[in-house]
């Protein structure tokens, strides 16, 4: 079993930055990688990038690409997501996610494990 736990939401005006965490427990020797998805009211379930623990390639969205970092602290078993010049459309609930398995990592059915969720807002 792997436990995540997300941090770093909040309120934050246009054009800010914003750090979220997620913290992996349990298992984590097994994890393969880890990615961010997010889900907006009325809306899908999305990815929004994933990393591979061994080695560190990391994957985007198009619509976050050059605004977004993932990045990993394997010693602290810590995924990081840094975002920056937010849009209100990034608003969202930001959902951390481990999957053992490996590919694709932008697909849902790839994780085994989700954390409970952190609320980004981004105001106008």
């Known amino acids: ?7 770093g ?9 914003l750090r979220l965490s997620c913290a992996a427990s349990g298992v984590t020797f097994s994890i393969y990688g880890t ?12 990815f929004v990038a994933g990393i591979r623990w061994s080695g560190g390639t990391s994957y985007y969205a198009g619509s976050v690409k050059d605004r977004f ?5 394997n010693a602290k078993n810590t995924v990081y ?6 849009k209100p459309e990034d608003t969202a609930v930001y959902y951390c ?11 849902r059915a790839t994780y085994d494990y989700w954390g409970q969720g952190t609320q980004v807002t981004v105001s106008s």
């Open 97 to 107: 996610a481990a999957t053992l398995r490996g590919q694709p990592i932008s697909s």
């Open 69 to 73: 970092t993932i990045s990993r602290d």
């Open 35 to 46: 990615g961010w998805f997010r889900q907006a009211p009325g809306k899908e379930r999305e």
């Open 81 to 86: 997501l840094q975002m920056n010049v937010l």
């Open 1 to 7: 079993q792997v436990q995540l736990v997300e941090s």
């Open 9 to 17: 939401g909040g309120l934050v005006q246009a054009g800010g930055s």
